[in-house]
């Protein structure tokens, strides 16, 4: 099963949480300035992720909406995330 690298990003107004993206990183210094990565992680869908993140900063279990479906990431996602990354560590 495919997984997304996750991060964790924390100023002193809060975190965001979610998988690495192109458009992320380029609306983070805007949306949360003088952020600091806090943790990664790997997952192969959202409610596992979120487990994980809650599990880290020790939130107890991650509890889904109801009603809310898990998003299992797929290949192409894989493959968008891979191919951003090469560019993203060349940085």
Known sequence: MPDLLHEYWENENGGEFGPVKER??????????????VFSLRASTWHQAMQLHNKRLDYGDYVPVEGLSDHIYTDAEVVEQDTYLRIRNRR
């Not at 992320?24 to 990565?37: C, H, I, S, Y």
């Open 24 to 37: 992320n990183d380029r609306l983070r210094p805007t949306l949360m300035p003088n952020a600091r990565l």
